[in-house]
């Protein structure tokens, strides 16, 4: 070590970190303290909750206990520092520097094998079941997690060595907020060639073999699928790969992107968007994608939550009534009942009885291994006062068969339907009288504003430009897609038949599915036409050509349309043979799903996965467009042009923000999670009252639709 420090006149480093403005700063530590609490937070309770619970000590879990683990980590090597430069001195030393180098490597690099050893267990789990606790026992698992920790920490070392022993002698400011190889070698005062060599060397090796993995693992994983022959075990086996496929994704998208390129050609300020994309944004996100998108970790923590009001209950003997909790209309529900699950059904008929069964499990120890799992169906069961009646001998069928079988109980000896109920917001008659006029004025505002600020962009010059062209597309779609929902639910609201025939709320479901989804992808266009209006305001019509702007705005339409004709062909290709009253006030996937008395497993998957790549791809678009902004803006020596450019994206902003957030908060997440009462609430938002303030937050905050308002009203006047 004295070697190394002998070639250095450098003591310590001063970071320029992500900006030097005060107003700036004080917004981004807010910011990153939020996200470095989630972050800690999310990981320690993954952790306690594998820990805690018996069904989840398996190699997946025990692999995701090391990936939480890793990522508070490798979160704390940065960001408490980054919070510290924000409000105080933004030095560090240079033995905290190297430090922080090191670990930050590391906790890297571990990353990137630990996704490869979770891939080969994914694998082992679905190509190889019988042999998985064999091939995959407890001993195996420990030895590949150590070698993903110990192969890292001795590349790390090796890559620290070589950099820290360069000299450094010339200035000591980092253009980063933390200790980055890449940036460090920009201030060593010799020649990098052979650093940077081995770096790229070392970098292949820790990132493109465990990708390498991964890739064939899936491959496998893949060919095996294929050749299944239920369509359970397929869905099954996907829901265990997503989380790790979605955080394979963001990881991996963002390390290539960062480290595969030589140092010459890398961008100062796109790397730090990048770096703080993997340095902070996906440490956060790994807790909350394994927690929304996997079902053992949902059912734990519902087990959790579930123990502690038993306990709570167990206390007050006579708090939940002795009955038997009520389930909507239609649905299946499932239950525990004095150590046994109830599986029932509720007709929708008038007064026709539940049909339950109760259903002991077999072999409770070996309750993890879900494709075994073996259920005993004790018929001939009865609820008589809230005890449980039950006969001795029953067949033994897979979970899986019974839900299917009930299934097709409940729609045995009923025709197709040919019409739907919307049963709407509420059946008050008072209610509904209020509501009428309510959404009748939401209705005729959002109609006069939107086309309105169509006709405003067509008649006024100074409105001809790309950002106004994709706005006058927004308001059309804001008109389109309000139109299909909201006409129809007036006339229901003052009308006694309040019915929709099968192809009327099939050409609802599809045209309001098309616009929402165009909406989706124009705001992602305007995200990128800010990008390019403030990032490179020289070249900007160039990039944002007319033919260009009209290749955007079509390819928007496309993916919408074409993304909604997927969803309504898997949708109304299933049976509709039991029910006919859907629990909304518009014909929603959620809602149509629970009247199918088909198998909707698939539908399940491929709206879950064309829902998450439309949304997740258009924000991940809208993210990256920001940061470059941000970045931009940072670099403005004008506080005038720094508030101007700030100033073209507030409304935008504004519309993502409201758009997205109800959209990702409705659409992201599991069927089996709908609540469709508060369901009903958020659509009314996303369906009726966006479109009504997008032509509002768009003439209100901006200064150009504002004064082409002033001309045209003086004009009239004069």
């Not at 109830?342 to 409770?364: E, F, G, M, R, T």
């Not at 259920?375 to 019974?402: C, E, F, H, W, Y």
């Not at 008072?430 to 006069?448: E, R, S």
Request: glycine residues 4%; contains cysteine; aromatic residues 12%.
């Amino acid at each position: 070590m004295d070697m190394v420090k002998a070639n250095f006149t450098v003591a310590e480093f001063v970071f320029l970190g992500l900006s030097s403005q005060p107003e700036i700063q004080l917004i981004l530590f807010m910011m990153f303290l939020f996200f470095y609490f989630l972050t800690v937070a999310g990981n320690i309770i993954i952790i306690t909750v594998i820990q805690i619970e018996p069904r989840l000590q398996t190699p997946m879990y025990f692999f995701l206990t090391n990936l939480s683990f890793l990522d508070i980590c490798y979160i704390s090597t940065n960001v408490p520092q980054m919070l510290s430069n924000m409000v105080g001195k933004k030095t560090i030393p240079f033995s905290s520097c190297a430090t922080q180098m090191y670990f930050s490597l590391s906790f890297g690099m571990i990353e990137c094998v630990l996704l490869g050893v979770m891939a080969y267990d994914r694998y082992v789990a679905i190509c190889l079941p019988l042999h998985y606790t064999v091939i995959l026992n407890r001993s195996t698992c420990v030895q590949l997690a150590a070698i993903s920790w110990s192969s890292s920490f001795l590349s790390s070392m090796v890559i620290s060595v070589l950099t820290l022993s360069l000299p450094y002698c010339g200035p000591n400011v980092l253009n980063h907020f933390f200790c980055e190889v890449p940036s460090i070698l920009r201030l060593a005062c010799t020649d990098t060639s052979f650093t940077e060599m081995v770096v790229f060397v070392f970098s292949i090796i820790i990132v493109f073999i465990p990708f390498l993995l991964i890739v064939v693992s899936y491959a496998r994983i893949l060919l095996s699928l294929l050749r299944m022959q239920s369509a359970s075990g397929r869905y099954k086996a996907l829901s265990t790969c997503a989380s790790h496929l979605t955080v394979v994704v963001l990881f991996y998208g963002t390390a290539i992107f960062m480290y595969m390129r030589p140092q010459s050609k890398s961008s100062r300020a796109g790397g730090k968007i990048i770096a703080v994309f993997y340095t902070v944004i996906t440490p956060m996100f790994n807790p909350l994608i394994y927690s929304l998108r996997n079902q053992d970790v949902k059912g734990a923590l519902r087990k959790a939550i579930a123990k502690q009001r038993t306990q709570a209950v167990s206390q007050h003997p006579g708090s939940n009534g002795g009955g038997v909790a009520q389930v909507d209309k239609g649905e299946i529900a499932e239950e525990k009942i004095h150590g046994c699950v109830k599986l029932s059904v509720c007709y929708d008929q008038d007064n026709h009885a539940n049909i339950p069964h109760y259903i002991d499990q077999v072999d409770q120890q070996e309750d993890h291994k879900k494709d075994n799992l073996q259920l005993r169906v004790l018929s001939d069961a009865r609820i008589d006062q809230g005890q449980v009646k039950r006969s001795n001998r029953s067949p033994t069928i897979k979970k899986a068969q019974m839900i299917r079988y009930v299934r097709h109980v409940q729609g045995r000896n009923q025709t197709q339907v040919t019409e739907f109920i919307l049963l709407g917001l509420s059946n008050n008659s008072h209610l509904q009288v209020v509501l009428f006029g309510l959404f009748l004025l939401i209705y005729l505002a959002t109609m006069v504003g939107n086309l309105g600020m169509i006709v405003l962009i067509k008649i006024d010059p100074h409105l001809h430009t790309p950002m106004y062209y994709f706005l006058s597309s927004l308001s059309f779609v804001d008109a389109a897609y309000s139109s299909s929902v909201t006409l129809k639910m007036l006339v229901n609201l003052m009308a006694q038949n309040k019915a929709i025939s099968f192809h009327g709320c099939a050409a609802q479901f599809y045209f309001f599915g098309s616009f929402l989804g165009t909406e989706c992808f124009l705001l992602a266009m305007m995200a990128y036409d800010r990008y390019a209006a403030i990032w490179n305001p020289l070249r900007y019509p160039v990039l944002m050509s007319g033919r260009t702007c009209f290749l955007l705005v079509a390819t928007s339409f496309l993916a919408g349309f074409g993304n909604a004709a997927i969803h309504t062909g898997m949708t109304f290709r299933l049976s509709f043979c039991g029910s006919n009253r859907i629990n909304h006030f518009y014909c929603d996937t959620p809602p149509l799903l629970k009247l199918s008395c088909s198998d909707t497993h698939i539908n399940g998957i491929v709206i879950m996965a064309f829902s998450s790549f439309a949304v997740i791809s258009c924000v991940l678009i809208v993210l990256i467009s920001y940061l470059c902004i941000l970045i931009a803006i940072v670099r403005m020596p004008s506080g005038e042009g720094r508030h101007k450019a700030f100033s073209t994206c507030a409304s935008h902003l504004t519309a993502v923000t409201i758009f997205f957030g109800t959209v990702l908060f409705m659409y992201l997440r599991p069927t089996s999670s709908y609540s469709m009462e508060q369901d009903k609430i958020v659509s009314v938002f996303y369906a009726v009252v966006i479109p009504m303030l997008n032509p509002l937050i768009y003439s209100l905050k901006n200064k150009d639709v504002k004064e082409a308002l002033k001309k045209i009203f003086q004009k009239h006047v004069v």
